[in-house]
């Protein structure tokens, strides 16, 4: 494997979820790891980013935090959320369960304490140091040499030539360095959408106001507002509005204006967040950017992974857990491989393809989020698909159930998604409700278009969830 003297020393560029997490994956493997943080360190001072409060964990996200001893504790200070529960405008309330029972769920947990769990347990191994207010200002891939500047000390330093992993976010200083080599794409598309996090209070004696282990959503076509549960009984709220437009946050440029709309399109939220017009007016306006570069490497020497290779938008909850799943996978080959550059090449042959997938689904998934979670039809084809999951256990499988609750690859679910969504589209035309769905004609078609594309792909399925 790379580095046969086990005291290697390597650089990751980032402490945030991913870095952190893979800095003890590096360590696990007897590598010395330096990690560089340009931010302050958040467990000693309050950051306020701007980022997301809290973030969906699911079946890859987990599966990568069990294999370093992390799972269980995560768990606990995460909140089952078994589907979704849309409101709609007059406050009617409609409930999606996400699997084909109670089992299948995804989990809300807060990013700060995750983020602060995973620097403390890389640190616990005894071979990662986190550096925090270290800016990277250039980075040398002839040489492995990066040029740093220390904030708190106001010096700029060289630091010797080591292996570099990047995983400093969809701004990733690594990624800009990698950008000035010839042949080096990227593309950085920003979202027409941009959100704001608000905040519904816990009730008297920390209950919680609205159904605990449901990911809430208030789908208003262009727009929309969703909650995620915390465990203080609060719910993070976050308003997805596009920037410009008739309803947008250029619009909404009022306490009275903001006010008028709530009343109007969120009449049942707005009654639960009483600082409304102060949260809304003084946090800061987040933005969501789908980034594709190529390569992910340069030769054996450097690296990117997480969002600073494949940043998605949130809308299938998977940006942190393809990330983990990053992790895994590099593992993996560092198990199997004897150079980096090897180690490097197989990685992003594995994960591009798979990544593209992922953020190609979480922009389809917003479409769906924000127009369809409310409609008729849309509940009539989740009804159906839940159906037929029940029905016919093994042969039919869903791209929502592939994605969260098992770690069959993600070009795999993108593909067998178009499948099943096409069975489901055709056998709920002219249909009233989903217990009259012909079980006879969803198993020709199940059996004559999904099971053949799964028995072809049958390597990708046999990964264990």
């Given at each position: 494997?790379?580095?046969?003297?086990r005291?290697?020393?390597?650089?990751?560029?980032?402490?945030?979820?991913?870095?952190?997490?893979?800095?003890?994956?590096?360590?696990?493997?007897g590598?010395?790891v330096?990690?560089?943080e340009?931010?302050?360190?958040?467990?000693?001072?309050?950051?306020?980013?701007?980022?997301?409060?809290n973030?969906?964990i699911?079946?890859?996200?987990?599966?990568?935090l069990?294999q370093?001893?992390?799972e269980?504790?995560?768990?606990r200070?995460a909140?089952?959320?078994?589907?979704?529960?849309i409101?709609?405008?007059?406050?009617e309330?409609?409930?999606q369960?996400?699997g084909?029972?109670?089992?299948q769920?995804?989990?809300s947990?807060?990013r700060?304490?995750?983020?602060?769990?995973l620097?403390?347990?890389?640190?616990?191994?005894?071979?990662?140091?986190?550096?925090?207010?270290?800016?990277?200002?250039?980075?040398?891939f002839?040489?492995?040499?990066?040029t740093?500047?220390?904030?708190t000390a106001?010096e700029?330093?060289?630091e010797?030539?080591?292996?570099l992993f990047?995983?400093?976010?969809?701004?990733?200083?690594?990624?800009?360095?990698?950008?000035?080599?010839?042949?080096?794409v990227?593309?950085?598309?920003?979202?027409g959408?941009?959100?704001?996090?608000?905040?519904?209070?816990?009730?008297?004696?920390?209950?919680f106001?609205m159904?605990?282990?449901?990911?809430h959503i208030?789908p208003?076509?262009?727009?929309?507002?969703?909650a995620l549960?915390?465990?203080?009984?609060?719910?993070?709220c976050?308003?997805f509005l596009?920037?410009?437009g008739?309803?947008?946050?250029?619009s909404?440029?009022?306490?009275?204006?903001?006010?008028?709309?709530?009343?109007?399109?969120?009449?049942?939220?707005?009654?639960?967040?009483?600082?409304?017009?102060?949260?809304?007016?003084?946090?800061?306006?987040?933005?969501m950017?789908?980034?594709?570069?190529?390569?992910?490497?340069v030769?054996?020497?450097?690296l990117?992974?997480?969002d600073?290779?494949?940043?998605?938008?949130?809308?299938?909850?998977?940006?942190?857990?393809c990330?983990?799943?990053?992790?895994?996978v590099?593992d993996g080959l560092?198990?199997r491989?004897?150079?980096?550059?090897d180690?490097?090449?197989d990685?992003e042959?594995?994960r591009?393809?798979?990544?593209?997938?992922?953020?190609?689904?979480?922009v389809?998934?917003?479409?769906?989020m924000?127009?369809?979670?409310?409609?008729?039809?849309?509940?009539l084809?989740?009804?159906?698909?839940?159906t037929?999951?029940?029905?016919?256990?093994?042969?039919f499988?869903?791209r929502?159930?592939?994605?969260?609750?098992?770690?069959?690859?993600?070009?795999?679910?993108y593909?067998?998604?178009?499948?099943?969504?096409?069975?489901?589209?055709?056998?709920?035309?002219?249909?009233?409700?989903a217990e009259?769905?012909?079980?006879?004609?969803a198993?020709?078609?199940?059996?004559?278009?999904?099971?053949?594309f799964?028995k072809?792909?049958?390597?990708?399925f046999r990964?264990?969830?």
């Open positions: 494997m790379p580095g046969t003297d005291k290697e020393a390597v650089t990751v560029v980032g402490a945030g979820l991913v870095g952190s997490l893979l800095a003890t994956y590096l360590a696990r493997r590598y010395t330096e990690v560089l340009r931010r302050p360190d958040m467990r000693r001072e309050v950051i306020d980013a701007g980022r997301s409060i973030l969906a699911s079946a890859r996200g987990l599966h990568a069990r370093v001893g992390l269980a504790e995560a768990l200070h909140i089952p959320m078994r589907g979704r529960m409101h709609s405008a007059k406050g309330l409609t409930y369960p996400y084909k029972d109670d089992s769920h995804i989990n947990i807060s700060a304490w995750l983020n602060k769990f620097m403390t347990e890389a640190e616990a191994t005894g071979r990662v140091r986190i550096r925090f207010k270290q800016r990277v200002d250039h980075a040398d002839e040489t492995g040499a990066l740093v500047h220390d904030d106001g700029t330093r060289h010797e030539g080591r292996v990047g995983t400093d976010g969809s701004g990733s200083a690594v990624r800009q360095e990698m950008d000035r080599l010839p042949g080096y990227a593309s950085r598309e920003q979202l959408h941009g959100y704001k996090e608000l905040t519904i209070p816990a009730g008297p004696g920390g209950a106001q159904e605990k282990h449901a990911l208030w208003r076509g262009t727009y929309m507002l969703i549960p915390n465990e203080d009984g609060s719910f993070t976050t308003l596009p920037w410009t008739p309803v947008s946050f250029e909404l440029d009022t306490p009275a204006r903001l006010e008028a709309f709530f009343e109007e399109k969120f009449p049942d939220a707005r009654a639960l967040i009483p600082d409304l017009v102060d949260a809304f007016f003084s946090r800061p306006t987040g933005s950017v789908t980034v594709k570069c190529a390569p992910w490497r030769g054996g020497r450097a990117v992974l997480g600073a290779a494949h940043a998605i938008v949130p809308f299938f909850g998977q940006g942190m857990n990330g983990f799943e990053d992790c895994v590099l560092l198990g491989h004897g150079q980096w550059e180690v490097f090449a990685f042959q594995l591009k393809t798979n990544a593209d997938a992922i953020a190609d689904m979480a389809e998934n917003f479409i769906e924000r127009d369809s979670t409310g409609s008729p039809r849309f509940l084809e989740k009804a159906v698909e839940k037929l999951l029940n029905a016919f256990p093994g042969e499988v869903s929502y159930s592939l994605v969260s609750f098992s770690r069959v690859p993600y070009r795999l679910a593909e067998v998604g178009a499948i099943a969504s096409g069975i489901v589209s055709e056998l709920s035309e002219g249909l009233a409700k009259d769905v012909n079980l006879e004609r198993g020709q078609l199940i059996r004559g278009r999904l099971v053949p799964m072809e792909h049958a390597d990708g990964t264990e969830g």
